[in-house]
């Protein structure tokens, strides 16, 4: 038997090494699988009972007088809630909107307490309840900044991910715009983590929570990120432009390329070439006991009147998406263009 382990022990080294090299085509599917589904299937739904089912909508006591009920999470309150207001207005509508999160919305659309709910994220499987639809206004790039005295202007989606996954430590493996190293400190990537169940968002950056470096700073409020960073030179964190502009007077931030793409510029996103976004979804109800014909009224012209929002915020409407490739199912973005 000695010869046997002999010849086994001889053998080891090049076992450890042929584990230790990965063929390009893995290491290639390894990256791509750090980034998590961008959509969920349409077809599916949530198994309710039939009482559930059968429940009408039922405002809550404060907002029982009311001709719509709306419960938006806040980016897209801040979004829309102008052309919601004027809507009101030109028809005479009293509109209860309340601003929250996507789960508070969804809460209040498992509840049958809202006529509309508003998600900055894709349907997500529990998401998907009898009788509701989504229609998407459209999609919003995911803005990654850092502090203005940082002059890292561009980051590689690939560096991004190294990041925040933990295996870049300095900024000084990172090229500022002139083509020198940027300044020998340790990087504080800032995270907030919002949404996990739901596809597309920050998931496509990094799958899940496990992902990210232990030592990721989490924050649970978009305020917070933006002070965190305003306040830290070495720190690099994510929001939607809007909100960098909603709570910039708690603090300066710099927003960054990334692919060496703005996360302003529609094309690029309209075309992936910035792949980092957020879908913008309402919803509506479908049914006998459900159906609100001033809600879905008013889905339309939100859906119509999005075309017209500022380019400076990164938003790409419905419209230029179905023209770029992307998928849709009747009102709702389902999937990306092919590239």
């Given at each position: 038997?000695?010869?046997?382990?002999?010849?086994?022990?001889?053998?080891?080294?090049?076992?450890?090494?042929?584990?230790?090299?990965?063929?390009?085509?893995?290491?290639?599917?390894?990256?791509?699988?750090?980034?998590?589904?961008?959509?969920?299937?349409?077809?599916?739904?949530?198994?309710?009972?039939?009482?559930?089912?059968?429940?009408?909508?039922?405002?809550?006591?404060?907002?029982?007088?009311?001709?719509?009920?709306?419960?938006?999470?806040?980016?897209?309150y801040q979004t829309i809630i102008p052309l919601i207001q004027q809507y009101a207005r030109e028809q005479k509508l009293r509109i209860r909107v309340k601003?929250?999160?996507?789960?508070?919305?969804?809460?209040?659309?498992?509840?049958?307490?809202?006529?509309?709910?508003?998600?900055?994220?894709?349907?997500?499987?529990?998401?998907?309840?009898?009788g509701l639809k989504f229609h998407t206004l459209g999609i919003v790039s995911k803005a990654f900044f850092v502090h203005p005295d940082n002059p890292v202007?561009?980051?590689?989606?690939?560096?991004?991910?190294?990041?925040?996954?933990?295996?870049?430590?300095?900024?000084?493996?990172?090229?500022?715009?002139?083509?020198?190293?940027?300044?020998?400190?340790?990087?504080?990537?800032?995270?907030?983590?919002?949404?996990?169940?739901?596809?597309?968002?920050?998931?496509?950056?990094?799958?899940?929570?496990?992902?990210?470096?232990?030592?990721?700073?989490?924050?649970?409020?978009?305020?917070?990120?933006?002070?965190?960073?305003?306040?830290?030179?070495?720190?690099?964190?994510?929001?939607?432009?809007s909100m960098v502009e909603r709570y910039k007077n708690i603090g300066k931030v710099k927003v960054i390329k990334v692919d060496g793409y703005s996360p302003?510029?529609?094309?690029?996103?309209?075309?992936?070439?910035?792949?980092?976004?957020?879908?913008?979804?309402?919803?509506?109800?479908?049914?006998?006991?459900?159906?609100?014909?001033?809600?879905?009224?008013?889905?339309?012209?939100?859906?119509?009147?999005?075309?017209?929002?500022?380019?400076?915020?990164?938003?790409?409407?419905?419209?230029?998406?179905?023209?770029?490739?992307?998928?849709?199912?009747?009102?709702?973005?389902?999937?990306?263009?092919?590239?």
């Open positions: 038997m000695q010869p046997l382990k002999n010849s086994f022990i001889a053998f080891l080294p090049l076992l450890i090494v042929s584990q230790l090299i990965i063929p390009a085509s893995h290491a290639e599917d390894r990256i791509k699988n750090l980034r998590g589904e961008a959509f969920t299937d349409p077809s599916h739904q949530v198994k309710m009972p039939a009482d559930w089912i059968n429940k009408p909508i039922k405002y809550e006591q404060s907002a029982e007088k009311s001709d719509i009920v709306v419960v938006l999470e806040q980016d897209v601003e929250g999160t996507c789960g508070i919305a969804a809460g209040a659309l498992a509840r049958k307490t809202a006529d509309i709910g508003g998600f900055c994220c894709p349907a997500g499987k529990e998401d998907r309840l009898p202007e561009n980051v590689p989606l690939k560096q991004l991910r190294d990041i925040f996954r933990g295996t870049i430590y300095k900024w000084s493996e990172l090229k500022t715009q002139k083509g020198l190293p940027a300044p020998d400190r340790m990087v504080r990537a800032v995270g907030r983590l919002h949404c996990q169940t739901r596809p597309g968002h920050w998931r496509l950056l990094l799958d899940n929570d496990k992902l990210f470096s232990p030592r990721l700073f989490e924050v649970g409020s978009i305020p917070d990120m933006i002070a965190q960073v305003a306040a830290d030179k070495d720190s690099i964190g994510w929001e939607a432009l302003k510029n529609l094309e690029a996103i309209a075309l992936l070439k910035y792949p980092l976004y957020r879908t913008y979804n309402i919803t509506t109800w479908e049914g006998k006991t459900l159906e609100n014909q001033k809600a879905q009224k008013l889905v339309a012209y939100l859906i119509k009147e999005v075309e017209h929002l500022s380019a400076g915020f990164g938003f790409v409407p419905s419209s230029r998406l179905r023209k770029a490739g992307w998928k849709f199912k009747g009102n709702e973005l389902t999937g990306e263009p092919l590239k």
